[in-house]
């Protein structure tokens, strides 16, 4: 039988293997400027930073990840002092996630590294193409993500 299906051309192929090269080349980079911090805790961190405190189950909807998946992540960060959890004032079965005072320095850092690695993706691609490119995963996003509960 034979497939009319080039997984090396599949957008879900060539967008998971885009994912992982930015995610390993990102933690490599933290690592060699002595930031034990993968690129989800940095995805994580931004949206705290961006988006002030917010519930562990909000934070796992954003980074679509499963409850156990945020635990694990916020675990990591809390460890180093990155960030706090605290019952929620309109919710205490909620936590909420709050970025700490000594995440900022490590933040700064992070940006100039994450700024570089971006850079570097999409070397040779014009202004107008990497808008086009965000324009397009931004659409197949929403229509993933539409009428998701």
């Not at 885009?18 to 995610?23: H, K, Y």
């Not at 929620?88 to 936590?95: F, L, T």
């Not at 900022?104 to 490119?133: F, P, W, Y």
């Amino acid at each position: 039988m034979v497939f009319d299906y080039d997984h090396n051309k599949s957008l879900g192929y060539l967008t998971g293997l885009t994912s992982r090269l930015l995610s390993h080349r990102l933690a490599a980079k933290f690592q060699a400027a002595g930031i034990d911090m993968t690129a989800e805790q940095w995805g994580a961190i931004l949206i705290l930073i961006n988006g002030g405190p917010t519930t562990q189950r909000q934070l796992g909807k954003q980074l679509c990840l499963e409850k156990s998946s945020v635990s694990r992540l916020l675990n990591g960060i809390e460890r180093r002092g990155w960030v706090v959890r605290t019952k929620d004032p309109k919710d205490s079965r909620q936590k909420l996630v709050t970025p700490t005072p000594k995440v900022m320095d490590t933040v700064e850092q992070c940006s100039h590294i994450a700024k570089s690695i971006l850079n570097e993706a999409q070397r040779g691609m014009t202004q107008e193409e990497q808008s086009a490119c965000q324009s397009y995963l931004l659409h197949i996003i929403s229509n993933l993500t539409t009428g998701e509960t």
